[in-house]
């Protein structure tokens, strides 16, 4: 596993850029929790590379902007039997 949280953070921003994927699934991924995750993204990559921060930040924020609709497809599925 990963020794240095700074790359650490790193692969965890490219993973989820390159994947357009979600917190979860990246922790899932790296087997590591989702608050680390989120903690390495939003407070540790921002002083060790701010430009990747930014457009980790996109893929975030489209993901925060898209939940409720992901959550009420996910209550839908499970009230249809799929």
Same mark, same amino acid.
């Given at each position: 596993? %990963? *020794?240095?949280?700074?790359? $650490? !953070?790193?692969?965890?921003? @490219?993973y /989820? /850029?390159?994947?357009k *994927? *979600? +917190?979860?699934? !990246? !922790?899932?991924h790296?087997? /590591?929790?989702?608050? *680390? +995750? %989120? &903690?390495? #993204?939003?407070?540790?990559? =921002?002083t +060790?590379?701010?430009?990747?921060?930014?457009? @980790? =930040?996109? +893929? #975030?924020?489209?993901? &925060?902007?898209? =939940? %409720? /609709? =992901?959550?009420?497809?996910?209550t &839908? $599925?499970?009230?249809?039997?799929?």
């Amino acid at each position: 596993m %990963h *020794t240095n949280i700074e790359e $650490r !953070a790193c692969d965890l921003a @490219v993973y /989820i /850029i390159e994947n357009k *994927t *979600t +917190v979860r699934k !990246a !922790a899932k991924h790296f087997g /590591i929790s989702k608050s *680390t +995750v %989120h &903690k390495d #993204l939003t407070e540790r990559l =921002r002083t +060790v590379n701010p430009a990747l921060y930014s457009e @980790v =930040r996109q +893929v #975030l924020d489209l993901n &925060k902007a898209e =939940r %409720h /609709i =992901r959550g009420g497809m996910a209550t &839908k $599925r499970k009230y249809k039997g799929i």
